[in-house]
């Protein structure tokens, strides 16, 4: 079937746009990945930025109203970075160090499956036309996903065998976030092709996953006597209330459940965000006393990023509620229109304590 002449045009020039912009995106990040970045060693856990600056570009960029060609920018920006990191851990496997220096780590292989599907989900609201690169990333997601759910059921099972002795964080909870991450996909490329029974499904899996986690992560910290919790209590465990987040977008994406059930849902990811980062801000406090303001508040460490990821999908989760008029309190309608303010504040300070770690690295070699 023949285009129109216009919509032929529009196609090439749209085509060619892209393929500009991605040599030329290509040259400024290899740049300043030979400056700056270079001599940083990556892990698996690294895919946890890849996560969390997906989910900002999802659900705070459009809310800005950037044109399309920006948004295009950005996804494929992050696209290079996904390209950049995937292939530093290729050269280290090769090379043959390990990638998993624990047992626990492997499960930091859910950043890479979540990251990629909103990856996929990104390039499919700016770009519908990239068709066969969106079905790309979404195969590569769904496969590297059943991966992900046999190293997360194994986990389990050598948590029972162990009796919970095992070091347990917030990692157990990123096999929920990428099973509700494969139904945000899935409604947006299949919503009419699949039932809401199956949605159902799917989403219940995910709240299995999460309670399972909950119960591994409850049950570890009462086997191994932790007295001191707020000592202890690991950026990671962002992930509870980003998993219950995550969940609840995946409940309204999918139309599958009552109104109810979502507005109920949001004020409990609100309640375990209070309770998580009231103990993350009592740690800083912590810190501070101890080591000052520099070396208390602005020392990189990668499991920050998921608490990016976290805060980034309760604001679209509120987002969506007050988009949909399910419900009109103060606090869901406060943080629908000045979220995004306050998360790219977040992003831009995240990105000064990556920057001050780099620049630090480099001046010590």
């Known amino acids: 079937m023949m285009l129109p002449a216009d919509l032929e045009s529009k196609f090439f020039a749209g085509s060619l746009f892209i393929v500009i912009a991605f040599i030329l995106l290509l040259f400024l990040s290899h740049f300043i990945y030979v ?67 624990h047992q626990a780590d492997r499960l930091s292989t859910g950043y890479w499956v979540a990251g990629t599907i909103l990856m996929a989900l990104m390039f499919d609201r700016v770009e519908q036309t990239l068709h066969g690169f969106i079905v790309f990333l979404s195969l590569l997601s769904a496969v590297w996903y059943g991966i992900y759910l046999i190293i997360f059921m194994r986990w389990l099972f050598l948590c029972l065998r162990k009796r919970f002795h095992l070091h347990t964080d917030g990692m157990i909870f990123l096999a929920a976030v990428s099973t509700q991450a494969m139904v945000l996909l899935m409604t947006e490329l299949f919503r009419d092709d699949v039932s809401a029974w199956a949605y159902q499904l799917i989403i219940g899996c995910g709240f299995v996953f999460f309670f399972a986690g909950l119960v591994s992560l409850v049950w570890h910290s009462l086997a191994a006597h932790a007295r001191h919790l707020a000592a202890g209590w690991p950026n990671v465990n962002s992930l ?84 949909k008029g399910y419900t009109t309190v103060f606090m869901i309608s406060f943080i629908a229109n000045y979220g995004q303010y306050i998360l790219t504040a977040l992003l831009i300070a995240q990105l000064a304590v990556v920057m001050r770690h780099v620049v630090k690295q480099e001046t010590i070699s």
């Open 240 to 323: 509870i209330h980003g998993a219950l987040s995550i969940t609840g977008l995946a409940m309204v994406s999918s139309l599958a459940y009552p109104e109810w059930s979502i507005v109920g849902l949001w004020w409990c990811a609100l309640v375990f965000l209070l309770i998580v980062e009231g103990l993350e801000f009592s740690r800083l406090l912590i810190r501070l006393r101890r080591k000052g303001f520099w070396k208390g508040l602005c020392v990189y460490h990668v499991t920050q990023w998921p608490r990016l990821f976290a805060f980034g999908v309760f604001y679209g989760f509120g987002l969506s509620c007050y988009n």
């Open 35 to 101: 400056r700056y970045f270079h001599r940083i060693r990556f892990s698996i856990a690294t895919g946890s930025a890849v996560l969390a600056l997906n989910t900002y570009a999802l659900v705070c960029l459009p809310s800005f109203r950037l044109s399309q060609p920006v948004l295009m920018l950005a996804a494929l920006e992050l696209f290079i970075i996904w390209i950049y990191i995937s292939v530093s851990l290729l050269q280290i496997f090769l090379s043959g160090e390990k990638l998993v220096a």
